[in-house]
């Protein structure tokens, strides 16, 4: 996506909603990343079982198959795991845990970005230089391997003891310092394209100080493309956690995600107990596909010259 995609955005955010009933795909992207969420939020009212309660697991009840396959036990509508767990009720849980890791990490990435985007953009000079450098560089690097990275190094610097709690604040830091500087790039365009029009020129001409321009009247303007950046950005944010607990450096089976949960279950896939690693990986690519298809729609309705 080009940077001239996310700053000649037109359609004012007022008329989305008309917009958004004329086009079918949005509203079935919007209502089943709607209903997700919701279940995830809800987990703890909605679910069977509370997946993350060694007390409420019995092995007794491990590897039953889906509620329709012989064999089956009616409490388990899509079957147990290994430990005896639901696997609807894990699946509950682990988009809960999902969901917050890309929620809160493009919003670190976003808070980063847009920062480094305004002072760089509004700046110019050798400031904008090695901003947009330091960038460059990090964006000839993988996502993922970034992430990887910082995941090791504070998996190194932490006691043993403090892994698994505190799994959840490095994967969000790993995922968020990895994609900042998307963010940057768009907001430091954007910045120096409204930093030349009559207003910001009429505001210093008045003697407004240079803060209170960048953040009073220079951000408001620029929040559109971080909305759409961060809504695709968010599909990736999960996919991210996922392909991390997959690897094993992310949450730790105790405190599955949809990734733990498909790495987990990939070790029964051949020995016939499918249904542990296919439903999270459904539902891993259902969530992902109907976020990204709603940030698909977002930003064709706010650029009409995309359509």
Same mark, same amino acid.
């Given at each position: 996506m080009s940077e001239a995609s996310y700053t000649t955005l037109e359609t004012r955010p007022g008329t989305l909603w008309?917009?958004?009933?004329?086009?079918?795909?949005?509203?079935?992207?919007?209502?089943?990343?709607?209903?997700? @969420? =919701?279940? /995830?939020? %809800?987990?703890?009212?909605?679910?069977?079982?509370?997946?993350?309660?060694? &007390?409420? +697991?019995?092995? $007794?009840?491990?590897?039953?198959?889906?509620?329709?396959?012989?064999?089956?036990?009616?409490?388990?509508?899509?079957?147990?795991?290994?430990?005896?767990?639901? @696997? =609807?009720? /894990?699946? %509950?849980?682990?988009?809960?845990?999902?969901?917050?890791?890309?929620?809160? &990490?493009? +919003?670190?990435? $976003?808070?980063?970005?847009?920062?480094?985007?305004?002072?760089?953009?509004?700046?110019?000079?050798w400031v904008d230089t090695l901003a947009m450098r330091l960038a460059d560089v990090q964006l000839t690097i993988p996502s993922i391997l970034i992430a990887l990275m910082i995941d090791g190094l504070a998996r190194a610097a932490l006691p043993m003891a403090a892994h698994d709690a505190m799994a959840i604040y490095v994967l969000i830091f790993s995922i968020g310092i990895a994609d900042w500087p998307q963010y940057a790039r768009i907001v430091r365009t954007a910045t120096a394209v409204q930093k030349t029009l009559g207003y910001v020129s009429a505001a210093r001409v008045m003697g407004v100080p240079a803060p209170v321009i960048v953040l009073r009247h220079i951000l408001p303007n620029v929040l559109t493309s971080v909305l759409v950046l961060g809504t695709l950005g968010l599909a990736l944010a999960i996919i991210a956690e996922a392909t991390l607990s997959f690897l094993g450096v992310g949450m730790p089976p105790t405190a599955p995600s949809l990734g733990t949960l498909i790495r987990v279950g990939n070790n029964f896939l051949f020995s016939g107990e499918w249904w542990i690693t296919l439903f999270p990986s459904l539902t891993l690519v259902v969530l992902a596909l109907a976020v990204n298809m709603l940030g698909d729609w977002l930003r064709d309705a706010l650029n009409p010259k995309l359509k």
């Open positions: 008309p917009l958004f009933r004329r086009s079918p795909l949005a509203i079935a992207a919007a209502t089943v990343t709607l209903l997700m @969420v =919701l279940g /995830a939020i %809800l987990a703890p009212l909605i679910a069977p079982q509370n997946p993350f309660d060694p &007390a409420a +697991l019995d092995l $007794a009840n491990a590897l039953f198959p889906p509620s329709w396959v012989a064999g089956s036990d009616p409490r388990f509508l899509l079957g147990s795991d290994d430990q005896g767990r639901d @696997v =609807l009720s /894990a699946l %509950l849980y682990g988009s809960r845990i999902s969901l917050l890791v890309g929620v809160a &990490a493009v +919003l670190f990435a $976003a808070v980063i970005g847009v920062a480094v985007g305004l002072v760089a953009g509004y700046a110019g000079g």
